[in-house]
């Protein structure tokens, strides 16, 4: 339970691991899966005769343009939730008590606010500015999602600076805003790194609203391209699944190549420093 | 009691002497509010405004006032019994199955040792992948012919697994997704709760252990009590995401069965999107709105607690 592990503990480790990640080697081994090969009936964990062709035809030019699609939204969103939250977050600091609690509970109560119970009015707004099937609408809502949630958990982070380092900045005469872009944010580039590994990985998969908003295939993103996939394609199983492959390769590796300064993001809120 | 917290939070803890320089705090805030109240407070308003009105039908689309007539719809066709039924098996089962798995896991993997790193980069996997992903691949795990859950149950049991639909019965639909959404989130819960293993006191336990407790002791009187904060919060929070989940139910059943696997978010986009009752489909909105809220109060005072004793 702590410290180092029996060896029974050891094996316990690797068959739980085993078992949660079964169902991921299965899809990797389905997107290995040469075309021609029958399905296994029942299903074997591996195919008999693996391939990467199906890899070759995931990437076509429809999957280029859903790719460019999300990578655009994500890119934007990150942009304009990140800086706003920031500020946000800087000021935040700089309310007394009784107005910070209640504008964190406002921020919070956005953040969990259901994405479905604001579609409605967001989705006739966009289409009575005639914005329907663009990506200005779905970047309006993705902000929607993540501002708060940006905000909220970059100012978890401000609020860990030692206090001296405003305070120092201050007695020599410097300007809150000063103070923001010469103190504050060499600081919080752990914070702008964790919170934008975030809304990335949010807008990433974002599903509601981009299968609602867009409608043409120009405009659609990965996850609802690939939902469209299933009906197109038919059994086309082994593409589907290299597709999904590609599709979460970006987010996996971000998460691992950042998972130390992700993890304090997460638990920032719920684990006191 | 909002008052001694206050000025017990006072003296060294906030970066504001504003006596020198002019507080600026409110104008930094602005257009963090501004996108706030433009893109989330708005349009929930309006959504309430949208609930009491219908479409005027006729060519012409627009829409007349109706008052409460959507609420009353839904309480007299029996869908709102439905939502609330499935809303909380869901969130009950998929926050339960994901936090014990994700405490247990946590237990078995705080012992560290050379694997540790790639184990738990492993059990981490499933929250990682794109909801959309997992949602798709669960769909082929639970296929009746191809599906990887059917061959086990033929090979291990001998079960024939056409004789089990999985996401095509209505009495097991429910279930199915429920056991699909722990495996995709029981690794938020497994996260948190490894890292506030690392902040139990370890002298209590050397203490448990010399007095000859042992690891159930050392759970129920050490470990648990220390947690309790941390559960209650994720527990809070798992909640919230898990009542208004939609990829995973949309992608594999929509809802059905006959409505067995349908809540509020998959329900709203069906009377939205796909009959185009965008007033019924708000009032549902409302309503789920306001059952969140009772999730969100509780939430928001633990919130609360934790900036005051910051």
């Known amino acids: 339970m702590l410290g180092k592990p029996t060896t029974a503990g050891k094996i316990g480790q690797i068959v739980v691991a085993l078992l949660i990640v079964a169902p991921i080697v299965w899809m990797f081994g389905l997107s290995l899966k040469p075309p021609g090969e029958p399905f296994a009936n029942p299903a074997n964990l591996w195919p008999n005769s693996p391939t990467f062709g199906n890899y070759a035809s995931a990437v076509r030019p429809e999957f280029r343009t859903y790719f460019l699609n999300s990578s655009i939204l994500s890119i934007v969103t990150v942009l304009v939730s990140v800086t706003l939250g920031l500020v946000g977050a800087y000021g935040l600091l700089h309310t007394k008590i009784r107005a910070r609690l209640l504008l964190i509970s406002a921020l919070v109560a956005a953040q969990m606010v259901p994405a479905a119970s604001i579609i409605i009015p967001l989705f006739t707004a966009t289409k009575d500015l005639g914005l329907l099937d663009t990506r200005a609408a779905l970047i309006g809502a993705y902000i929607a999602l993540t501002l708060p949630v940006a905000t909220v958990m970059q100012y978890t982070f401000l609020r860990r600076l030692p206090t001296e380092v405003f305070e120092a900045a201050r007695v020599d005469g410097a300007s809150t805003g000063r103070v923001l872009v010469s103190i504050v944010l060499p600081l919080s580039v752990p914070a702008l790194i964790a919170t934008s590994v975030w809304l990335t990985v949010v807008v990433w998969q974002e599903f509601l609203f981009a299968l609602s908003f867009t409608t043409s295939p120009n405009m659609r993103t990965l996850p609802v391209g690939l939902n469209d996939f299933i009906g197109q394609y038919g059994i086309r199983y082994g593409e589907l699944m290299a597709t999904s492959i590609v599709m979460s390769v970006p987010v996996i590796g971000l998460f691992l190549l950042l998972q130390r300064y992700f993890v304090q993001g997460i638990t920032a809120g719920a684990v006191k420093g | ?310």
């Not at chain 2, 639909?173 to 709760?193: E, H, R």
């Open chain 2, 1 to 310: 009691m909002t008052a001694p917290a206050h000025t017990r939070s006072e003296p060294g803890r906030q970066p504001s002497p504003s006596r020198r320089v002019p507080n600026l705090g409110w104008t930094f805030l602005i257009p963090a509010l501004i996108g706030v109240v433009a893109l989330v407070y708005a349009p929930l308003a309006f959504t309430v405004v949208q609930s009491m009105k219908g479409p005027a039908g006729g060519f012409g689309g627009g829409e007349i006032f109706l008052g409460l007539d959507n609420y009353q719809q839904m309480l007299d066709d029996g869908t709102l019994t439905m939502l609330l039924k499935n809303s909380i098996l869901w969130t009950v089962g998929v926050v339960l199955g994901q936090n014990l798995l994700g405490f247990a896991c946590a237990l078995l993997m705080n012992a560290r040792w050379l694997g540790s790193g790639l184990l738990r980069a492993v059990l981490v996997l499933p929250w990682v992948l794109p909801g959309i992903v997992a949602a798709l691949l669960w769909k082929f795990m639970y296929d009746p012919q191809l599906g990887l859950i059917g061959s086990v149950l033929q090979r291990g049991f001998g079960v024939d697994p056409n004789q089990v639909q999985f996401l095509a019965s209505p009495s097991i639909a429910l279930i199915a997704v429920i056991v699909a959404a722990i495996w995709k989130g029981f690794p938020f819960s497994f996260l948190i709760y490894l890292a506030a293993l690392q902040t139990v006191d370890r002298d209590l336990i050397e203490a448990a252990v010399v007095d000859g407790g042992g690891r159930w002791t050392i759970l129920r009187q050490v470990i648990l009590p220390a947690l309790k904060p941390v559960i209650s919060l994720t527990v809070l929070l798992t909640s919230i995401f898990t009542f208004n989940y939609f990829d995973l139910i949309w992608v594999t059943t929509q809802g059905g069965p006959l409505d067995a696997t349908h809540i509020f978010p998959t329900y709203i986009f069906q009377v939205g999107f796909g009959q185009f009752n965008f007033e019924l489909a708000a009032a549902y909105g409302v309503v789920a709105f306001l059952l969140l809220t009772l999730l969100l109060i509780p939430y928001l005072r633990q919130v609360r607690r934790e900036e005051l004793t910051h």
